[in-house]
């Protein structure tokens, strides 16, 4: 029997809890809704107000993805559900995480939470600006900090402050808070930038997605700024071999980084980051820092 619990005066059939979602380490779907519970603060405060993008992998990383921006069918009546922008159409729909229990809710369907870098009250004017630094074999998320320190700098010079999470995969992203900005600016900003990484680390970086470009070096994706694209949210689980999470890190921990294994996080290894730090992108979260672009010249 599926067991039923209550969550903020909603009730949630919280299903096959003993089935074993990360073969590598055994843990279990009740295990990824205990992490969810208990991490819950920190990630609603990073989806609210953001249309998110799930990718579900129900039987685990081993199984069958897809990714999903359309609400599930089932979504509950009392999940939020707004209305966004399409190139399709005029307007879709996509969910909003509010509260515990539309996070639980959308926990039990085993979903990596992925958001866009705008929120659902001004749809495609980004409140802040994100680099995915992508490293291709052999480099590793090694790399990715050299070139995440490299635009940390840069952005200082245009007084943006810079804020560094894993991806919970190979590699980082940097997020910038931001006076909220027409997508399409934020997009070329950060493409302009990738191609400065480029032309000063050259034999690190790499701004074209053509994978024939990319081993050994650091592609710093800027498409992620593009009003259609989602990104994995901070403390999102991610489809992978083991439960690794997207983290949020300190800059000293970007500088002396000096093997890759330091940058991965599980989800027990979560609990104790927050307590001794709590959360690194708290700041990002409440726009505190908001920064313009610079004008062009």
């Known amino acids: 029997m599926t067991p039923v619990t209550e969550v903020e005066g909603r009730r949630l059939a919280l299903s096959n809890l003993d089935k074993v979602l990360y073969a590598a380490t055994g843990t ?15 990630l609603l405060a990073h989806l609210s107000d953001r249309p998110v993008s799930f990718l579900r992998y129900p039987d685990g990383p081993d199984g069958q993805l ?84 490299w635009l940390r700098g840069r952005l200082r010079d245009d007084g943006l402050a810079a804020y560094v999470k894993t991806s919970g995969s190979k590699g980082l992203h940097v997020l910038v808070p931001l006076v909220r900005t027409p997508s399409a600016e ?37 498409s992620q700024n593009a009003a259609a694209k989602t990104t994995a949210a901070p ?28 940058l991965v996080f599980r989800l027990d290894d979560i609990a104790a980051r927050l307590e001794r730090y709590g959360d690194l992108l708290g700041p990002l979260a409440a726009g505190e820092g908001a920064g313009a672009l610079p004008r062009a010249v």
């Not at 279990?28 to 920190?42: D, F, I, Q, S, W």
């Not at 930038?193 to 800027?222: C, I, N, T, W």
């Not at 403390?235 to 949020?248: F, M």
Request: glycine fraction near 4%.
């Open 28 to 42: 279990t779907k009740g295990e990824v809704l205990h992490y969810y519970a208990r991490t819950a603060a920190p």
């Open 66 to 149: 897809f990714f999903t921006k359309n609400p599930p069918p089932g979504t509950p009546s009392w999940v939020r559900v707004a209305s966004v922008p399409r190139r399709t159409a005029d307007t879709g729909k996509q969910v909003v995480v509010e509260g515990l229990a539309a996070l639980m809710w959308a926990a039990n369907l085993v979903v990596e939470f992925h958001t866009h870098q705008w929120r659902a009250e001004a749809p495609e004017r980004a409140d802040r600006l994100m680099f995915d630094l992508d490293p291709g074999a052999p480099a590793t998320s090694v790399e990715c900090c050299a070139v995440a320190l």
């Open 186 to 222: 934020v997009s070329a900003y950060a493409k302009g930038l990738a191609v400065e990484a480029e032309a000063a680390l050259p034999g690190l970086v790499v701004h074209r997605m053509r994978r024939s470009l990319r081993p050994g070096k650091v592609f710093v994706d800027h």
């Open 235 to 262: 403390y999102t689980l991610r489809a992978r071999r083991e439960p690794t999470v997207s983290t949020p890190l300190t800059w000293e921990e970007v500088e002396r980084c000096t093997a890759a294994s330091e």
